[in-house]
């Protein structure tokens, strides 16, 4: 199918001016590799408990001389003329609470993918230790700290105006490398002997790119 897909595109290759394009038989296929493009599921989690201390007001009876909460006294304000009513002014701390829990999938450049982006199949094996493994793996670009420093940077959300903070973690939960089969065959000129590739996805068959190769 790899093989199909790309006879069909490499009519592509090779145009010079825009419009002169080789003949098909000056175009051959001199090779097929399937590697896998790895991806990285990174996730966790970040909660903060802190409080904030303000100034509050509440509207009492215009009459009103003095109140006393808990032992303390307040005297009422006037608060304008025109509004026939006071009000008492005290300072108080409120508590609250903030948690976001979220993952994120990147690429081995360290470039976020949306999920809806990749093609998803039943795996073929658990690969517990890729290395030791004879399979073509595209190197990772990242690192697993510029990993969590990513997912730091998305969850972490200390709000601006905290006076104190009485509780505050960041954890990493989930970490999984998913490993994409991809096919690329390599077309050579056989007048110029210049080489082009195309990379199909080898679970949904679709082209991804092709023109030069990258590494």
């Given at each position: 199918m790899a093989r199909l897909l790309g006879e069909k595109v490499k009519g592509?290759?090779?145009?010079?001016?825009?419009?002169?394009?080789?003949?098909?038989?000056?175009?051959?296929?001199?090779?097929?590799?399937?590697?896998?493009?790895?991806?990285?599921?990174?996730?966790?989690?970040?909660?903060?408990?802190?409080?904030?201390?303000?100034?509050?007001a509440i509207e009492v009876d215009e009459e009103m001389q003095e109140i006393v909460i808990a032992g303390k006294e307040f005297k009422p304000e006037s608060v304008s003329p025109e509004r026939p009513f006071k009000v008492i002014k005290f300072e108080g701390e409120g508590h609250f609470h903030y948690e976001d829990e979220a993952y994120f999938i990147l690429d081995r450049m360290g470039r976020e993918v949306l999920p809806e982006q990749l093609s998803y199949a039943p795996s073929e094996e658990r690969l517990e230790?890729?290395?030791?493994?004879?399979?073509?793996?595209?190197?990772?670009?990242?690192?697993?700290?510029?990993?969590?420093e990513f997912l730091r940077s998305r969850i972490v959300s200390k709000p601006s105006d905290v006076d104190e903070v009485t509780r505050e973690w960041f954890e990493v939960n989930e970490r999984t490398i998913i490993c994409?089969?991809?096919?690329?065959?390599t077309f050579q000129n056989v007048k110029t002997g210049k080489?082009?590739?195309?990379?199909?996805?080898?679970?949904?068959?679709?082209?991804?790119?092709?023109?030069?190769k990258v590494t």
């Open positions: 592509k290759f090779f145009v010079r001016l825009g419009f002169l394009k080789p003949k098909p038989e000056e175009i051959r296929l001199i090779s097929v590799d399937k590697y896998y493009e790895p991806y990285i599921v990174v996730g966790g989690k970040y909660a903060i408990d802190y409080c904030k201390r303000r100034v509050y230790n890729l290395t030791e493994l004879d399979i073509k793996l595209r190197k990772m670009k990242i690192s697993s700290e510029q990993e969590i994409i089969p991809r096919y690329e065959l080489e082009a590739i195309v990379e199909i996805d080898g679970i949904t068959g679709k082209i991804i790119r092709y023109g030069k």
